[in-house]
């Protein structure tokens, strides 16, 4: 029998409707957003919720969290924070975790039950050789059964957020098991690098409203300019191609690392393509060596909107940061619109 929709039931999918706008470049100025991460209840705050620059949250969700059982998604809490944004005028981004930095496991349980997953995760490392130490766990992106799942997950979230939420990021590509003892027996660079690829590929293919950002840091098997085997700039060349946008998690500009992977390509990205990078825990306590003095928060705005051109700044939490100094830098700024402009 057809249910019958109510008043409030029409009301509602209309508003939805509504929201469901493209991702386009926002314009020449960045928009910006806080990275609550994990922290989503601090979203009703009224530093935040009043702010007339902040254009929204990025919030992060865990694979495990998504996806409890196989093919049961439970998206009620992503749902009820977006709503509440909505009701706000504020936006969100989210964040979909597959990899964490500690003895936790963020995939789904059925992931290593079934053995047709092999385990369904890898432990991964920080530094090189023997004396790598262990850095928390990491989906096996590189199988394709594995794959398979998560991007049936982005694709159930495509079906019911696609054009409400202002974006989805694919977490870092960075990832170590740089000693043979470490590496999982089927794990190569290249069939890694093929596989972040197409993950990137196929959400966006998924994700045909809401823009996509691939945080495409690093990429194991090469350290640019001297071992340069194209796989990080491959993921640039396709951002361009396929449409995805890029970016990192952390606005490093004194960092030779960062110079010379994400920062470095960002910058030289052509027009059109979407760029995304976040300020977190640590970065505004990293030395600007002209100076010798901590960077400022106004130093890395500039770095953003100048040398990177940034569409999307996600600025952390970590105090006294946050309250002192990121926090009145953007009331200087004009106000955030509530939406990004319609086709």
């Not at 500690?102 to 991964?124: M, N, Q």
């Not at 690829?197 to 840091?217: E, M, Q």
């Amino acid at each position: 029998m057809r249910r019958l929709l109510t008043r409030r039931g029409w009301s509602f999918l209309f508003s939805a409707a509504s929201l469901a706008v493209p991702c386009v470049r926002p314009g020449d100025a960045p928009r910006h957003f806080i990275y609550f991460g994990a922290a989503r209840a601090r979203i009703v705050e009224p530093s935040f919720l009043a702010h007339p620059a902040l254009a929204g949250a990025q919030l992060r969700f865990t694979w495990r969290e998504l996806e409890p059982e196989r093919d049961r998604y439970e998206f009620g809490e992503l749902r009820a924070r977006l709503e509440l944004l909505e009701r706000h005028g504020k936006r969100l981004w989210i964040q979909v975790q597959d990899a964490s930095f500690g003895e936790t496991d963020l995939t789904p349980a059925y992931l290593r039950a079934d053995s047709s997953f092999h385990g369904g995760s890898a432990r991964k490392y920080e530094g090189e050789g023997e004396a790598a130490r262990f850095d928390g766990w990491v989906a096996r992106r590189w199988d394709p059964a594995v794959r398979t799942r998560y991007l049936r997950l982005l694709q159930a979230l495509a079906r019911e957020f696609d054009g409400r939420l202002e974006g989805v990021n694919l977490p870092e590509t960075a990832v170590s098991f740089d000693h043979p003892s470490h590496r999982p027996v089927d794990f190569t660079d290249s069939a890694y690098a093929a596989a972040i690829r197409t993950v990137a590929a196929d959400a966006r293919a998924a994700f045909t409203r809401s823009c996509v950002v691939l945080y495409a840091n690093f990429m194991p098997g090469e350290w640019l300019p001297g071992n340069d085997r194209g796989y990080l700039r491959t993921l640039y060349a396709d951002a361009a191609r396929v449409g995805f946008g890029v970016g990192g998690p952390d606005i490093l500009p004194h960092r030779r690392g960062q110079q010379n992977h994400s920062l470095a390509l960002v910058a030289a990205r052509p027009a059109g393509v979407i760029a995304a990078m976040a300020v977190q825990d640590g970065n505004l306590r990293e030395i600007d060596p002209a100076t010798g003095q901590p960077v400022t928060a106004a130093d890395l705005l500039a770095f953003a909107r100048g040398r990177l051109r940034l569409d999307y700044v996600f600025w952390g939490t970590e105090e006294p940061f946050y309250t002192r100094d990121v926090l009145p830098l953007l009331r200087t700024l004009p106000s955030a619109t509530p939406e990004r402009p319609r086709d």
